[in-house]
Nanobody, 127 residues
Framework: QVQLVESGGGLVQPGGSLRLSCAAS????????MAWFRQAPGEEREFVGR????????EYADSVKGRFTISGDDAKSTMYLQMDSLKPEDTAVYYC????????????????????WGQGTQVTVSS
């Protein structure tokens, strides 16, 4: 059984930093995309960024580019999200997700293309 478990959320002041982790178990994701999504109250779940653990290839949503960094440890099947220069609008529940297999470039940012999801971790940016 595949499980994704996030950790590292919390409350931080604007301009601060947080690091989220997502540990996968039950299978490896060396070639299948893993991604971070987030969902603010009343909003749809949106793509934050993704990584291919085997190659380290990453991409980001424009809203977080230059502030967030995704990295991973393929041997541990773990993905990280380093969030710097946090803004109140980054407040959301953050989810990690993974595809069972690569479905094509056009699906990378499509939440419906991801087969496995973590339980989510709350990130609140407030003074």
């Amino acid at each position: 059984q595949v499980q994704l478990v996030e950790s590292g959320g919390g409350l931080v002041q604007p301009g601060g930093s947080l690091r989220l982790s997502c540990a996968a178990s039950g299978r490896t994701f060396s070639v299948s995309p893993m991604a971070w999504f987030r969902q603010a109250p009343g909003e749809e779940r949106e793509f934050v960024g993704r990584i291919r653990l085997g190659s380290g290839t990453v991409e980001y949503a424009d809203s977080v580019k230059g502030r967030f960094t995704i990295s991973g440890d393929d041997a541990k099947s773990t993905m990280y999200l380093q969030m710097d220069s946090l803004k109140p609008e980054d407040t959301a529940v953050y989810y990690c997700a993974a595809m069972a297999h690569y479905k094509g470039r056009s699906f990378i940012r499509d939440r419906d293309a991801y087969d496995y999801w973590g339980q989510g971790t709350q990130v609140t940016v407030s003074s």
